[in-house]
């Protein structure tokens, strides 16, 4: 009996969290000019220092519902290195992780000159991430087996993300390796995999005019190695400077390539992972503020609201002279 209830939390964690088991979860707060959240190799990239705060809550009318907050940092440290920390901690019902990170890049500029933007990055974290299982609640469901013990589980685990950007002008291309280490956390035994690593890319390229308007279309790419699950996002943004700062808008729409199978009362049909994300922010001296908001596409749903997310950022240490391009995540 023991054995089975640990086999139906499992299932039921990984059905949920198909592209977000380990780490940080990746949604669209890259987005939100936060692109080191993602990848290592864009620590210190930018002309300045940046602090990122988010919270993410997911489905408001359903109890112990999905959040996330993420608190990061980055800057430029001499002329060729980066460093930065993340700070994350995500719960989703019984279950939620702690975590740090730490890193470290290193830049290369093919440029003659401060202006001209052409940069070749590495960059490595290095993470301690701390998995809960609260069985203590579980005596609240109406099925509780004593069996369980009526304990909190922690596992921890280290692991390392590895990755590389370019910048060329307007045009930007990242990747990275998330959880590149073999490892397994023993939170729920034989059920769990030691392979938990991710693959990430993503590249963008910015048109239009400073005057006017600026356009970023942009795709990520992301695939999870042991599961072989994939999902594509492909993203507009539009950025628009005014008098008192910059306002820009956007908007993802995130396909999963993978589905499930779930039957209606005229058959089965198979239903795959997708949303839309409308996102707006505004930019104003040194400050950033953005608001996205997630909405699920498909028959099968887990409530009727959608996942919102508040971003608050914070620039400085900014160098005196931009480069001579349209790129908003460098400039």
Same mark, same amino acid.
């Given at each position: 009996?023991?054995?089975?209830?640990?086999?139906?939390?499992?299932?039921?964690?990984?059905?949920?969290? !198909?592209?977000?088991? +380990?780490?940080?979860?990746?949604?669209?707060?890259? $987005?939100?000019?936060?692109?080191?959240?993602? =990848?290592?190799?864009? !620590?210190?990239?930018?002309?300045?220092?940046?602090?990122?705060?988010?919270?993410?809550?997911?489905? =408001?009318?359903? +109890?112990? !519902?999905?959040?996330?907050?993420?608190?990061?940092?980055?800057?430029?440290?001499?002329? #060729?290195?980066?460093?930065?920390?993340?700070?994350?901690?995500?719960?989703?019902?019984?279950?939620?992780? =702690? *975590?740090?990170?730490?890193?470290?890049?290193?830049?290369?500029?093919?440029? #003659?000159?401060?202006?001209?933007?052409?940069?070749?990055?590495?960059?490595?974290?290095? *993470?301690?991430?701390?998995?809960?299982?609260?069985?203590?609640?579980?005596?609240?469901?109406?099925?509780?087996?004593?069996?369980? /013990?009526?304990?909190?589980?922690?596992?921890?685990? =280290?692991?390392?993300?590895?990755?590389?950007?370019?910048?060329? $002008?307007?045009?930007?291309?990242?990747?990275?390796?998330? &959880?590149?280490?073999?490892? #397994?956390?023993?939170?729920?035994?034989?059920? +769990?995999?030691?392979?938990? #690593?991710?693959?990430?890319?993503?590249?963008?390229?910015?048109?239009?005019?400073?005057?006017?308007?600026?356009? +970023?279309?942009?795709?990520?790419?992301?695939?999870?190695?042991?599961?072989?699950?994939? !999902?594509?996002?492909?993203? $507009?943004?539009?950025?628009? &400077?005014?008098?008192?700062?910059?306002?820009?808008?956007?908007?993802?729409?995130?396909?999963?390539?993978?589905?499930?199978?779930?039957?209606? /009362?005229?058959?089965?049909?198979?239903?795959?992972?997708?949303?839309?994300?409308?996102?707006?922010?505004?930019?104003?001296?040194?400050?950033?503020?953005?608001?996205?908001?997630?909405?699920?596409? /498909?028959?099968?749903?887990?409530?009727?609201?959608?996942?919102?997310?508040?971003?608050? /950022?914070?620039?400085?240490?900014?160098?005196?002279?931009?480069?001579?391009?349209?790129?908003?995540?460098?400039?």
């Amino acid at each position: 009996m023991y054995t089975r209830i640990k086999l139906v939390i499992v299932l039921l964690f990984i059905s949920l969290n !198909a592209f977000s088991q +380990e780490g940080i979860p990746v949604y669209s707060d890259y $987005l939100s000019d936060n692109y080191y959240l993602i =990848f290592p190799s864009m !620590a210190g990239a930018a002309n300045c220092s940046k602090v990122r705060l988010t919270a993410r809550k997911q489905w =408001f009318d359903q +109890e112990n !519902a999905p959040a996330l907050q993420t608190l990061s940092y980055n800057g430029k440290v001499g002329e #060729r290195s980066g460093v930065g920390a993340i700070l994350f901690n995500d719960v989703n019902g019984y279950h939620s992780q =702690f *975590g740090f990170k730490a890193t470290y890049a290193h830049h290369i500029m093919f440029s #003659r000159d401060e202006v001209d933007l052409n940069q070749l990055s590495f960059g490595v974290n290095v *993470g301690v991430n701390q998995s809960q299982l609260d069985e203590t609640e579980f005596q609240n469901s109406g099925d509780y087996d004593p069996v369980l /013990g009526n304990i909190v589980q922690h596992a921890s685990y =280290f692991n390392l993300d590895i990755g590389a950007s370019y910048n060329f $002008l307007d045009f930007s291309l990242n990747g990275v390796i998330k &959880n590149v280490l073999e490892t #397994r956390q023993a939170l729920y035994t034989e059920y +769990e995999s030691d392979n938990l #690593r991710k693959f990430i890319v993503s590249g963008g390229y910015v048109f239009g005019n400073a005057d006017k308007v600026l356009w +970023e279309p942009s795709l990520l790419f992301q695939y999870v190695d042991k599961t072989k699950e994939s !999902a594509m996002d492909i993203n $507009l943004k539009a950025y628009k &400077n005014l008098d008192m700062g910059q306002l820009w808008a956007g908007v993802s729409y995130r396909k999963s390539f993978d589905g499930i199978e779930v039957t209606n /009362g005229g058959g089965t049909n198979s239903q795959k992972l997708n949303y839309v994300n409308p996102i707006l922010g505004f930019n104003y001296k040194n400050f950033m503020f953005a608001y996205s908001y997630t909405h699920l596409l /498909g028959e099968i749903q887990y409530g009727n609201s959608g996942f919102h997310q508040i971003t608050l /950022g914070f620039n400085f240490l900014c160098k005196p002279v931009k480069y001579d391009c349209n790129c908003p995540a460098i400039n």
